[in-house]
Structure formats: structure tokens, C-alpha cells
């Protein structure tokens, strides 16, 4: 079955950075698209931004030019590169494949003073 597994989420202070990986297991990786979402306490999930397959990017406003998504397809791997890290960006982050539409469990980000 596919597997996403979500990994590098921690805790940082205000201005630094974050790496999140994202590997895929049990599907052919290529083809897909890797979203990445999150969801602060409380609130819905929201999408924060994809990868597709040819390595275009979109992004929210929010999280331009702070967070790049990238891929490797050798090693069946999405990363959230996150700079400049504000309070704001506290949530659990999860990465999720098109059109597989399969999820993973999540990473705890958290942003704090």
C-alpha cells in the first residue's frame, strides 16, 4: 500500500530554519504530486504548497520566498525547506501524493520564543 512518512519537524526560535522530508513508499514515485499542508492547533488543514512531477512549484502567499519544495526521485523523497520561520508557522505539517491520495501522519513544527 502507499506509504507516506513525514520527518524533520522540531522546534525553532523565530528566524530560523526547518527541513522537512517526505518519503514515498508503495507507488510508482514519479508520476505523483507531493502537496505539502498543515494544520495549527485548532484549525483546519491547510495546503501550504506542491511538487509535481516535472518539479514545478506553487506556493501560498504566506510562504513565498521562505519555503522551497523539492525532489528526488531516486530516493522517492519531498523536501519543505523553511526559512525565516515565524510564530505563524506553528502547525503539523504532512505531506500528501497525487493522485494517489494517500497521506502521511504528520510533523510537529513549532515556532517560539
Known amino acids: 500500500q502507499v506509504q507516506l512518512v513525514e520527518s524533520g519537524g522540531g522546534s525553532v526560535q523565530p528566524g530560523e530554519s526547518l527541513r522537512l522530508s517526505c518519503v514515498v513508499s508503495g507507488i510508482i514515485f514519479d508520476p505523483e504530486s507531493i502537496h505539502w499542508y498543515r494544520q495549527a492547533p485548532g484549525k483546519q488543514r491547510d495546503w501550504v504548497g506542491f511538487?509535481?512531477?516535472?518539479?514545478?512549484?506553487n506556493y501560498i502567499d504566506s510562504v513565498k520566498g521562505r519555503f522551497t519544495i523539492s525532489r528526488d526521485n531516486a530516493k522517492n523523497m519531498v523536501y519543505l525547506q523553511m526559512n525565516n520561520l515565524k510564530p505563524e508557522d506553528t502547525a503539523v505539517y504532512y505531506c500528501?501524493?497525487?493522485?494517489?491520495?494517500?497521506w502521511g501522519r504528520g510533523t510537529q513544527v513549532t515556532v517560539s520564543s
Open positions: 511538487i509535481s512531477p516535472s518539479g514545478n512549484t
Open positions: 500528501k501524493s497525487t493522485p494517489s491520495n494517500s
